[in-house]
């Protein structure tokens, strides 16, 4: 199915319904939203997975201490039933082993049509989970429609549902990638003025050059992630020492993740708080990293979802650790469902549907660097 008619399939779902009544439906709204009626439940069709690859377009090239691209590879995933339908997503940027190939692949083997209440999420998570030991992002994209599918149903968006006050959210981030100069000193002064805190990729040896280079520009506060770059602990410490005299807040990632040791050493003696972002993927990595760390990056994409990833906020403070919620490159779709534990957290770096050209999605908003939650059911999404 072509992306034109993947999308224009929601849209005849959705006026379908309509005609029979229907308020909320894929990316349409009311001011009276329908919720399903609870007593269809198991009486009609399984759940209906559909999916297709969609590549990604960056606004610049993204630059880390490991790679750089022009694009994100991702694949797009609905799931109907009853007439709703849920949105998800999986992106795939280079260090998560993952492609196109092995998502599609992963999701061809779902048999999500044995399944007639959606409401069962623990069920068919646990046994979507169960198909393989990786394909973590594959995963993603069905939990991450599942829970959209859920909240139209329900008639209630996930922060919600989570009990939780949006307007509580910490500010998002806004990553500048490592570059030149000049290159830096541009992406800079587009979105100096949009955010209140940026986000920037060290690990290289511009490091200091990166920081002194966006100072010219701004004073806002900064929150750098050296994606495993730095090499020797005394010199990391050093640096952090240093980029905390220039106004950064926190440090993602010090060191290779296989140096849990020096990435401890690092954190008993920063005067920064220090999170894990490789070092950590899913809920059972938490007590492996406790100590080591301050706190954890969750990102959907890696733990599964939202499932997994509303669970490890809540491990991880049962633990007294902090929690930031990041996403990869991604629509509004992703970033939108990652938003929703946005209130729960300490940082925010959810800038990924705002780094590309090519958006199929309305959804969370930053506006004067805030983070904005719909008040629209599931995660929020309109289809542009």
């Not at 999170?275 to 994409?301: C, T, W």
Request: aromatic share 8%; hydrophobic share 40%; glycine share 8%.
């Amino acid at each position: 199915m072509k992306r034109r008619d993947f999308f224009k399939a929601s849209s005849l779902i959705a006026a379908g319904a309509a005609v029979a009544g229907s308020g909320i439906l894929s990316g349409c709204i009311s001011d009276r939203p329908q919720t399903f009626n609870m007593n269809k439940l198991g009486k009609g069709d399984g759940l209906r997975l559909s999916f297709e690859p969609y590549e990604l377009l960056l606004r610049h090239t993204f630059t880390v201490s490991s790679y750089s691209r022009k694009t994100t590879p991702g694949v797009q995933v609905r799931i109907d039933y009853e007439g709703f339908t849920g949105y998800g997503e999986a992106s795939m940027p280079p260090y998560l082993g993952q492609t196109v190939e092995s998502v599609c692949s992963f999701l061809s083997r779902v048999d999500l049509g044995q399944f007639r209440d959606p409401f069962r999420l623990e069920e068919i998570l646990a046994y979507v989970d169960s198909l393989s030991p990786g394909d973590n992002a594959a995963k993603a994209a069905i939990d991450i429609a599942l829970h959209d599918l859920v909240g139209k149903l329900i008639g209630q968006p996930w922060w919600r549902l989570w009990g939780l006050d949006p307007s509580t959210a910490p500010d998002t981030t806004f990553t500048i990638g490592i570059d030149t100069p000049d290159v830096v000193r541009e992406k800079t002064r587009e979105c100096a003025d949009r955010f209140n805190i940026l986000k920037v990729k060290v690990g290289l040896d511009n490091d200091k050059e990166m920081i002194q280079t966006i100072r010219e520009i701004t004073d806002l506060p900064l929150a750098v992630d050296a994606n495993q770059g730095w090499k020797d602990r005394e010199q990391a410490l050093d640096e952090i020492f240093w980029l905390k005299e220039n106004g950064v807040v926190m440090v993602e990632q010090p060191m290779a993740k296989e140096r849990l040791d020096d990435n401890a050493w690092i954190t008993e003696r920063s005067p920064l708080p220090i999170f894990a972002d490789e070092s950590i993927q899913r809920l059972a990595d938490i007590p492996s990293v406790k100590g080591a760390y301050h706190g954890i990056n969750i990102k959907l994409m890696k733990c599964t979802g939202m499932r997994e990833g509303w669970k490890m906020v809540n491990y991880a403070r049962a633990e007294g650790m902090k929690v930031m919620v990041g996403c990869m490159t991604e629509t509004s779709c992703a970033v939108s469902a990652a938003a929703q534990l946005s209130p729960a957290v300490d940082f925010c770096d959810l800038d990924g549907n705002l780094l590309i050209t090519n958006d199929l999605y309305r959804g969370m908003e930053v506006v004067d660097g805030h983070i904005i939650l719909p008040d629209r059911p599931g995660i929020g999404l309109e289809v542009l």
